[in-house]
């Protein structure tokens, strides 16, 4: 049955007997059209429904360009932040035999001319005005006529400052180094032998491993004078030119050749991408300008920049696959807000709508003029939400820094959005009201509606995991690790599509449970009513909901796993927070043991002809210290390691097995074969630097292993550096320290953090969208609920029972969204975060992590939307005019 | 004011509205007195005051000035007090409960009312006497206007109340829904009730005991006299 109400008249459109003639121009110049601009400012309502969904809308399409950009930048930041300040600084690099100047001279020599040539070279492209470097390209013998030593040559502009003078006589010449000066018995004005050639010794300064720490100008060069990778031998002594003409002498004396760097300092802090890569371009012109023959193939001859900028591209390159289609998400979502708000414009025209429709307008003319009336709201609303786009990236981004074109393309992308939001809303608003007018009831449900569409989107999610299985959920390329598509494609379909099909069924239930309802008392009962009433909009609601909750536990679950495995992974490979390393061996002590437990590690054992470490540990201390977690062993650890101490009246030494499926194993150590007993079994165990096995016995059950086993003496503890070294014994030589902070290249696995913290942006994107939605449904049915109130209140109904029945239905739908959204992406994290493998060399495999904070927050953040709405639902109802919502097309 | 047997009473009932620059008289000092048994039309064209009178007597207006008083049961009573077997009402917009089904809508009253036993029988045969048993599990939207409107009377008679305040009651009903409408008035007034019907169809005033008629906020006995 079909009311038409009024009755569309049969000469639609044409001029009817008696109305007066049009003026030129048509139709479009009359009142309706030519004042609609200016007709949406008396609807506050929808100028902020339109203005929400825009902005929305916007803040969805542009957000993606901000975010590569910060992402960028923030990738730059972490790797400049974990290098020397210079590293990054663009560098022109010659290498060649010195010059002779036929002896050293306090008189100012000629410049080198390839130094004028790169200082040119770098000024012309834009770059500052480069600093010099010379150092010798190999060790330089020095003698005194009787011993000799070797020695590295190093010359840098502002050298002199930079070291601690112990003696000095004017002029030019060579500064030794104090050990370099007492082993060849030299000080300040003698002068030493380079080959047959005599410089002179101006001064000797201290050396510069004495000094702690090591002072900025030298962190890009301690490899010069700290030995990192062992104590023995030190390296050369650095023997300080005090000009370059003396270097060259130097290097032309001794026929070391001589490395000519060029270093042009730039500005890093906030440096993005785009800057970065020009700052490439102009190093690579300066480089072809300078005519420097390209003989290297070494790092250290561009400076790190390019490599850097390399790196972002790959970490930027991976973020873009996966955020580009979340992204694409999140506006159509946008787009179906914007959509309400067509529908919602027409709800609230709908008198002028009906008037203007039974006139015979039709609903291209209705769009067109829902557009004019919408236009200004939506461009508001659009720069709004690329505003709050800028301002979200700045607060909440990687980083605060975003290329300088981002915002315009951004901008763009926003633009875009507008034009297909205002198309959909104006499309949306002409049908409605057209609907609003010729309103169809009694119509059977069409079998298009009946089928379970939804059945699409969980086969697409099926075909997602399939092909997830055949690959990888993390790929790494050189060393990158980025997202696969599929792992944030595959939580979408499946969630989108259970979620349909779930409320699909809880639809179907719908109407049992009102009957059951029928019972109960008033608030429970008209709740009830409400939901099992609007099934259309209760399973919207529903499956609207439980969508952002889905993708925010999804996205939060997947990236507290991937920072917490990747927290682990560095634990297992030190053992503690830090290992302070040595080959010394020091002694347990009492400063010692309270802050960490010693461990000896031999790391060249063997077993049937397999390598194996084994690691000594002090049981008693071991697992205050030790990183652990329950999930690396069937046992606790103190229960692991207590095994360690049981005496089984064996003649072996008790044994922690990682990685040896034999029962007891004889293991060689130096001179030693040591037969194991096996008392207890770990999957992984901290302290595993290799892919060997490892064993874990008692140190003092161990015994004395000699020196060709190749022991190492670590300190595991949690706290600092300095601590530990103030703690140890002054004869100890603290080979190296490693700490959790240094295992990765963090900017390696950046890319998987943000994917998943973008994918969580959008979810509670989505959650203002449905929000967003849900007031607006509230609002357009405000005013019947009001009518209802109203009368119901006449009829006994207490205020406090229609409060609880709104509580209970908004309760009841968001609840019921919660647990439905949560329990589908714990079921797709469950089925998915074996395959978030960052780093397969290194154990453990992916440490399942419950987001509980995100979990507390969304069902408090779902509590507080429910019970604020159900307020504002009954302020609306209690302060509304009666009188005025009961009367007739008031 | 003694009101005595008069049900309700009010004295120079005055209301003034201000639309923008405008000032309305909806009501000019009204007089009015509705007695048990009777069956009141209140006529007069569209912006009279008939709506806004029946809100004052309602409680969901108040008049700037004037006096409204109850009287027999409800004496010392205030309208915004009294229950819906006390006083119904017949609203234009309806307000039906969308998420209700007929049937339930008619029976609510009694449900609120914690009388859950006219919220069968009673009902059902309300709703039969007025022609829409039939829908008595459809939802509002699912019936026609003239349908819903019918509903809603069925639910204002539901309590048997002491007064029935009623906005255009047959505004979408044919003649044979009219009478129908009209004959279950006249039903409930025979138990002591009064009915006041806002109307301004012609049609339906013979079906009053009596006609009052609005005219600019002004109340007069009789019907408006017919215009030229």
Redesign the interface.
Known sequence: MTLLEPTRPATRGRTQAGTPPRRRGGVLLLPPWTRAPLLSFGQPAVILAVVGAAAILACASSSAALFLSSAASESLRVQLAAECDDAAYPVLQDIGPGRRFGGISNEPLPVDPGTIRASQALTDVGLAAPYQVVDSDGSVPMSNGGGNTLTHLFYRDGVQEQISVLSRVPGDGLLLPGGTAERLNLTAGDTVLIDTTAVPVVGVYDDLFNESPVRPYWCSYTTLFLNEASVDPPPPGLVIATTTAVAEEVSAASFVPLLHTWVSPIETDGLTLTEARVIVDQRDRAFAASGIENRFDRRGDTGLLPEMVDRTTLITDGLRGPVIPIALGGSILALLLVAAAGSYWADRRVREVRLLSSRGVGPVALAGKAALELAIPAIAGTVLGWLLARWLIKALGPSPVVDASAPAQAGLTAALGLVVGMVLLASVAGLRARGATERTIGVKRSWASLLPWELLLLAAALASWLQLRRGDGVVIEKNVARVNLLLVSFPLLFLAGSAILIVRLLAAVLPLLRRRAGRWRPAPYLAVSRVAASRLISAGLLAAVSMPIGVLVYGSALTGTTEYTLEAKAGVVVGSDIAVISVDRPAGSAALDRLGTIVARYPYGSTDGQDVTVLAIDPATFPDYAYWDDRFAATPLAELVGALSADDGSPGVNAISMGISGENPTVALGMRDVDMDVVGRADTFPGRRTPDPMLIVRADELGEIDRTAGRFTEIWSTSTEADVREALPEEIRVLRVQSTDTVFRVANFLSVSWTFGYLQALAAFVGAVAIGGLLLYLETRQRTRVASYALARRMGLKPASHLRSLILELTLLLGLAFVVGGALAWSAVLVVYRMLEIDPTRPPGPLLTVPAITVIAAAAATLAVALLTAAYAQRAASRADMAEVLRLGS | MNVGVIVVAGRGLTKTYRRNAERVHALREVDLSLRPGELVALVGPSGSGK??LL?VL?G??RADAGALAWGGELAGRHAEDL??GE???I??????????TVG?NVS??G????QADRGGKAAHELMTSVGIAHLADR?P??A??GEQQRCCVARALLLRPKIVLA??PT?HQDAHWTEVIFTAFRQLIGTGSVCLIATHNPETWGYADRILSMHDGELRTGAPAPAR
Do not use: F, K, V
């Open positions: 709506s806004t809100n309602c969901w207006e229950s819906w006083l119904a009402l609203p234009q917009a309806l307000g039906l409960l969308e998420d209700l339930e609510l009253p449900r609120l009312a914690g939802y939207r699912q026609s206007l906005d255009e505004a």
